[in-house]
């Protein structure tokens, strides 16, 4: 693999982006590989390194960057009570749909000034928080992002006025929603109600609920990782990939 730590240049300073790809072959379709609300740590370097080897260049950007570079946590972020959960979740709160697509712009302009990646069609994926992220980038972006997927998305139906439901089905991107069937963030009537308006957008893809796992059921440092669900994930997204983007 070949690795770097990118700053790519945003309308509010320098976005700390780790990007990796494969060391052979022709330039590769770019992916954008959305974090989960504790942040950047190499649990996520690990998974991107995983899909770069899947023939993607991977761009896993920090998305926390207007809170400063030191927006990397320790163990405690998973802790209910712990500073370093209470100072993650200060700079989460703040989190808003339209700059994150802001960022999403800024990496697409980095992807074509760079040519570090395949020109075309480029993927994005999110987890917890980011879910709906990658959603709203379909949506954003219908003429670049070909493939989003969504990882035990939060909140995917709520009334907020940025609410990811509200944009299904308006960009062309195939999109592919991961639930776990135990998910305070994502409880399963919302869930039904989800699938309920997936299928009333005429969005191409799926909803689907991976039965008797946990929120961050991928995640292999968590608790409630589950392997067989982990890896039907990678399958799920690597597939979706492939019918998009080659590689």
Same mark, same amino acid.
């Given at each position: ?5 990118? #700053? ?15 060391? =052979?072959?022709?330039? $590769? ?5 959305? *974090? ?9 370097? #690990? ?14 950007? &920090?998305?926390?960057? =207007?809170? !400063?570079?030191?927006?990397?946590? !320790? ?18 709160? &703040? ?5 994150? *697509?802001?960022?999403?712009?800024? *990496?697409? !302009?980095?992807? #074509? ?15 917890? *928080? ?69 299928? $009333? ?10 039965? $008797? ?8 440092? =968590? ?6 669900? $982990? +890896?039907?994930?990678? +399958? ?12």
């Amino acid at each position: 693999m070949i690795e770097a730590t990118e #700053d790519i240049p945003t309308r509010d300073g320098a976005m700390e982006t780790f990007v990796v790809r494969p060391e =052979r072959g022709v330039p $590769a379709p770019a992916v954008l590989m959305l *974090m989960d609300a504790p942040g950047i740590r190499e649990e996520l370097h #690990d998974m991107a390194r995983r899909l770069a080897t899947s023939g993607y260049c991977v761009l896993l950007p &920090n998305l926390y960057y =207007r809170a !400063g570079r030191d927006t990397k946590f !320790g163990p405690g972020v998973l802790v209910q009570g712990d500073p370093e959960r209470d100072r993650m979740r200060a700079i989460r709160t &703040n989190m808003t749909i339209p700059p994150v *697509m802001a960022d999403v712009a800024a *990496m697409l !302009g980095f992807l #074509d000034r760079t040519g570090i990646a395949a020109p075309g069609p480029v993927g994005a994926h999110g987890y917890c *928080m980011s879910g709906p992220y990658a959603l709203a980038a379909a949506a954003r972006y219908p003429g670049r992002i070909a493939a989003a997927a969504s990882f035990y998305g939060t909140w995917l139906v709520s009334d907020a006025e940025e609410s990811p439901h509200l944009t299904l089905g308006q960009g062309r991107a195939e999109l592919y929603i991961s639930c776990a069937e135990h998910d305070e963030l994502a409880p399963l009537p919302m869930v039904e109600e989800l699938r309920r308006l997936f299928a $009333a957008s005429g969005a191409a893809g799926e909803v689907e609920i991976h039965p $008797a796992v946990h929120h961050g059921f991928a995640f292999p440092q =968590r608790w409630c990782f589950d392997k067989q669900a $982990a +890896e039907r994930h990678w +399958e799920r997204l690597v597939a979706l990939y492939r019918r998009r983007l080659g590689g």
